[in-house]
C-alpha cells in the first residue's frame, strides 16, 4: 500500500509543480532538511500557490494532470472520482501548506487530512442539498 500511496502522491506532486510552475525543492533528502522546506513553503509562489488551492477547478485540474484516466473523461458524477479529488487535496495540503514542516505524504497527515476534507466534502454537498430543497419547496408555496 505504501508504494501506492508513494506513487500516486508522486503524481499529484508533478502535476502540482507543473501546474503552479513552482520551483523544485533540490535537497535530495527533503525529510531531513526541515528548513529549506519551510523556506520553500514560505516563498511567495509557493503561498501564492496554496491561496489558488481550492479555486474553481484548480483540484479538478490537478487530478486530471495526475490521473490520466480522468483527463478524458466526463467523470463529475462518479464516487470515485471525488474520492480521488479529496485524496488530491489532501495531498496538495501538505505539499503547499505553510504551516506543515514536511513535503512527504506519510501515512498519518495524509489520513488525517483526507478525512478532513472528506467530512468538508459532505457537509458542502449537504448545504447545497438543503439550498435546492429550500428553493423547490419555497418555489411550491411549502414555506
Known amino acids: ?3 501506492l500511496r508513494g506513487t500516486h502522491a508522486a503524481q499529484v506532486r508533478s502535476a502540482i509543480f507543473r501546474l503552479f510552475r513552482l520551483p523544485i525543492l ?3 533528502n527533503r525529510k531531513k ?11 511567495e509562489e509557493v503561498q501564492n500557490s496554496y491561496n ?23 467523470a463529475n458524477d462518479n464516487e470515485l472520482y471525488y474520492d480521488i479529488c ?3 487535496a489532501a495531498v496538495c495540503d501538505i505539499i503547499l501548506n505553510p504551516i506543515h514542516p514536511d513535503v512527504e505524504c506519510s501515512k498519518k497527515p495524509l489520513e488525517l487530512r483526507f478525512r478532513r476534507f472528506k467530512v468538508f466534502y459532505f457537509i458542502s454537498i449537504s ?17
Open 86 to 88: 479529496v485524496y488530491t
Open 33 to 43: 532538511n526541515v528548513k529549506e522546506v519551510l523556506a520553500w513553503k514560505k516563498s
Open 26 to 28: 533540490t535537497s535530495t
Open 52 to 74: 489558488k488551492l481550492f479555486d474553481d477547478n484548480v483540484i479538478d485540474n490537478i487530478v486530471k494532470q495526475a490521473f490520466l484516466s480522468f483527463a478524458d473523461s466526463d
Open 127 to 143: 448545504k447545497i442539498q438543503l439550498n435546492l430543497l429550500m428553493k423547490l419547496l419555497f418555489s411550491l408555496g411549502n414555506i
Open 1 to 3: 500500500m505504501k508504494d
